[in-house]
């Protein structure tokens, strides 16, 4: 990455040049750490600020309902994945749900199969496309990944939860749904959906409303556009 290279190279001759003018082996050392740590940090900064423009721009593009200019705006932002780590995987996964929303899943599989796995809502779009082709091992593997990266989001364990209840692993989801209580304890819709499964009643996935419907496992209403909350949620990482 850029960024490495820059800092490393900067500091190092940095550096060297404190040590041959003050032969300070302690002084070379400290000032090539601090000039590694501040490159770091502003050229950091300076990538993550443009990508935050590009992700304000692409939410008004999908607002506007301007599907291509979106993906093509994301697309073109892969030239800073060259600066930091992560970049290129955050783009695939925002690229893989605004396809998932058109219902262009093929297309939308690839990306989202090289995105981001902090990206909830990306590996949720993913586990429900493996589901679909009843491919459970995968469905699995993808939402205990997601779990473990985003412990807090109830939805992901609503959702997995429902998937193993479809696949006939009733003990399983319940465990999961236990998991999830302690994990997320404010999320009614979570309690709920525990509280439905331990008296032998289905999930009420609805109750999540956008962010169930967007799956498109059931038939959306029209009217809904989850774009604005679906870009909203997610958040840029640098690392």
């Not at 060259?82 to 695939?92: A, D, G, L, S």
């Not at 396809?99 to 990306?122: H, I, P, T, V």
């Amino acid at each position: 990455m850029y960024t490495i290279l820059i800092s490393i190279s900067t500091s190092l001759l940095a550096a060297l040049l404190v040590y041959y003018t003050t032969y300070s082996i302690v002084g070379s050392v400290l000032v090539m750490g601090v000039v590694l740590i501040l490159l770091n940090y502003l050229i950091g900064k300076s990538i993550l600020k443009k990508l935050t423009t590009v992700f304000k721009d692409v939410e008004s593009d999908l607002k506007n309902n301007r599907f291509e200019k979106a993906i093509n705006r994301l697309k073109d932002a892969y030239k800073y994945s060259k600066w930091q780590f992560f970049v290129k995987e955050q783009i695939n996964s925002q690229i893989g749900i605004i396809l998932y929303m058109q219902r262009k899943f093929d297309e939308a599989k690839g990306y989202l199969d090289k995105g981001f796995s902090k990206n909830w809502m990306g590996m949720a779009m993913q586990a429900t496309l493996y589901f679909k082709e009843k491919n459970y091992d995968k469905v699995k593997s993808i939402l205990e990944k997601a779990i473990k990266n985003s412990p807090k989001e109830g939805f992901l364990y609503s959702l997995y939860a429902y998937f193993l209840v479809e696949m006939g692993e009733k003990d399983k989801a319940l465990e999961v749904l236990v998991k999830g209580s302690k994990k997320a304890p404010l999320d009614e819709k979570l309690e709920a959906n525990l509280e439905a499964l331990k008296n032998g009643k289905k999930l009420k996935m609805k109750n999540y409303g956008a962010l169930w419907m967007q799956l498109n496992i059931e038939k959306m209403p029209q009217g809904i556009k989850p774009y604005h909350m679906m870009l909203a949620r997610q958040k840029i990482r640098r690392r």
